[in-house]
T-cell receptor, first 111, second 115 residues
Framework: QQQVKQSPQSLIVQKGGISIINCAYENTAFDYFPWYQQFPGKGPALLIAIRPDVSEKKEGRFTISFNKSAKQFSLHIMDSQPGDSATYFCAASKSGNQFYFGTGTSLTVIP | GAGVSQSPSNKVTEKGKDVELRCDPISGHTALYWYRQSLGQGLEFLIYFQGNSAPDKSGLPSDRFSAERTGGSVSTLTIQRTQQEDSAVYLC?????????????FGPGTRLTVL
């Protein structure tokens, strides 16, 4: 059973555009929602994370929007750049123990 | 210090053989996680170690998989009698305490290919 569902599977965006990746979860006990960025041949790296007591968190060009009632959260990448081309994973965890990851979104930013 | 390291970076083995994958976490990190990443499948949780507590083995897919962590530092993931479906990238991560909000730092992974 997929605890965290992620879409789309792949995304192509023009340079300067907005990239939006969506995730949905089932377990209301989850209390930590990170996003990871992974480049080919590398392990994932934490990009930005949010807890369910806030609806939005922004760090530079990256914003997480969180909708607790809908059990959904999304990553917005503003002014997308070719260097943002990577695979993005959302995740959810309860008390920082077991983490459940989405299936990933391959983002390509076209110059 | 250095980040999480894993060895080997690539491992090719024959079906039925045993393999050992090693993870060196960041010094001082008490939590250590193993994940499996298959093509198009995202990251699948395997096992979690936190300090001296009993490990959370709930993600191990079969009894052919086992892991240990010696001295609270280095961890070894062992796969016995490997099968072709075990082919994947095995990722290790560590974090400072394993509590909410503690960032997981991932190693580069070991790519396992079972022929």
């Amino acid at each position: 059973q997929q605890q965290v569902k992620q879409s789309p599977q792949s995304l192509i965006v023009q340079k300067g555009g907005i990239s939006i990746i969506n995730c949905a979860y089932e377990n209301t006990a989850f209390d930590y929602f990170p996003w990871y960025q992974q480049f080919p041949g590398k392990g994932p790296a934490l990009l930005i994370a949010i807890r369910p007591d806030v609806s939005e968190k922004k760090e530079g060009r990256f914003t997480i929007s969180f909708n607790k009632s809908a059990k959904q959260f999304s990553l917005h990448i503003m002014d997308s750049q070719p260097g943002d081309s990577a695979t993005y994973f959302c995740a959810a965890s309860k008390s920082g123990n077991q983490f459940y990851f989405g299936t990933g979104t391959s983002l390509t930013v076209i110059p | 210090g250095a980040g999480v390291s894993q060895s080997p970076s690539n491992k090719v083995t024959e079906k039925g053989k045993d393999v050992e994958l090693r993870c060196d976490p960041i010094s001082g990190h008490t939590a250590l996680y193993w994940y499996r990443q298959s093509l198009g499948q995202g990251l699948e949780f395997l096992i979690y170690f936190q300090g001296n507590s009993a490990p959370d083995k709930s993600g191990l897919p079969s009894d052919r998989f086992s892991a240990e962590r010696t001295g609270g530092s280095v961890s070894t993931l062992t796969i016995q009698r490997t099968q072709q479906e075990d082919s994947a990238v095995y990722l290790c991560a560590s974090s400072l305490e394993g509590t909410v909000g503690n960032e997981q730092f991932f190693g580069p992974g070991t790519r396992l290919t079972v022929l």
